[in-house]
């Protein structure tokens, strides 16, 4: 099945993204609101940080009820200063952080409020570039798997790492395939829909 998706989804474009510390905190500000709302929001702190952009030094100088005004809600707002705060210490060293193991990585950013493993796969795969992670959880990939591969429900944690076995060491790449591939079919169903 990963053969057909690779053909009609077409050439691999997955490339890492350079700004460590943006990515982490566009992944926080992301969780559990629709896409469009989130490219809001983002779009809105941008301007309220600027000239500096979204670094550690530039949020450390807001308070929790400033970044409301960007539309971050009181939570996110908090783990956005507990990123900064353990970024601007050394807690989380973003500029060493490539050089360590997956899991040490992952020890590394889920000491940061409001960031878990699953956050910590997607900088795994997206900013650093690893080649082999596999997001098992993701209910994206799981939904692809599920369509793709034919099965009536969401595959199991243990169905999943099953299939994803046959894509090692490349897991990084085929979740990205399944993701785009899905994009495709949601996209078609809504063609089919009107």
Request: contains cysteine.
């Amino acid at each position: 099945m990963m053969r057909q998706m690779i053909q009609q989804v077409g050439p691999c474009t997955l490339r890492p993204k350079r700004d460590r510390f943006r990515m982490l905190a566009e992944s926080i500000i992301s969780q559990q609101i629709s896409t469009s709302a989130a490219r809001s929001i983002k779009a809105r702190l941008d301007e309220l940080l600027q000239p500096a952009g979204v670094t550690p030094e530039s949020l450390a100088e807001f308070t929790p009820e400033q970044l409301r005004v960007a539309g971050v809600s009181p939570q996110k707002a908090k783990y956005l200063l507990d990123l900064s705060d353990k970024v601007n210490s050394g807690t989380v060293q973003l500029g060493q952080i490539g050089r360590y193991s997956d899991d040490k990585v992952t020890e590394q950013l889920t000491c940061v409020k409001g960031i878990g493993k699953w956050t910590a796969k997607m900088f795994l795969m997206f900013a650093l570039g690893r080649p082999d992670v596999f997001p098992h959880d993701d209910l994206g990939i799981r939904q692809a798997i599920r369509m793709g591969y034919g099965f009536d429900d969401l595959p199991d944690e243990q169905r999943s790492l099953e299939i994803a076995a046959a894509w090692r060491p490349h897991a990084t790449v085929a979740s990205w395939y399944c993701w785009r591939w899905l994009d495709q079919q949601k996209a078609k169903q809504m063609a089919e829909k009107r």
